[in-house]
């Protein structure tokens, strides 16, 4: 039983799958895609955005640990330089996984594994932008339509209301 186990067994030892997951960051953060096997991919994505995060502070300390991971001066340099630009201000979600399908020799599930690298973007569906377009344009209709009502009433109003104040001092000094 796996209980408790937090990383995916994916070769025979422990410093083979470390040697492993070093080699496809640096390889990563180099190209900013890779073509590799889903279930790589998704324990990559773990160790990518650890080193992201760990750029995004960009202390002396931080810059070690990353060194001492990854092992390329080149790539760590790109690291703390332009991708913690471009993911300053992104709390997370630094990587896109998409699947591919099967592998033709040995039916592995392939996946490319990517940088994000849009900003954050948030986009309403275009059904729900329609219907408050349309609810817009109801409460538009329905504000000339009462404007027009009241005008026309206040304009009825006018000479009524003209009419009765000339005919109430008329009343009052009959009744006198």
Known sequence: MRHRKLSRRLTS???????LMRNQVRALFKHGRITTTLAKAKELRRYADKMITLAKKGD???????????QD???VRKLFS?????YLDRPGGYTRIIKLGQRRGDAAPLAIIELVEEKLTFRK?????ERLKKIHQFIEKK?????????SEKVQEEPLSKEESSQEP???VTDQ
């Open 125 to 129: 569906s275009k059904a729900k932008s």
């Open 170 to 172: 008329s009343q009052e």
């Open 60 to 70: 002396l300390a931080s810059r070690r640990r990353a060194l001492a991971f990854i």
């Open 82 to 86: 332009e991708l913690r630009e471009k």
């Open 13 to 19: 030892t422990t410093e083979h799958r470390i040697a």
């Open 143 to 151: 504000k000339k339509e009462l404007s027009s009502t009241t005008a």
């Open 73 to 75: 001066k080149e790539v």
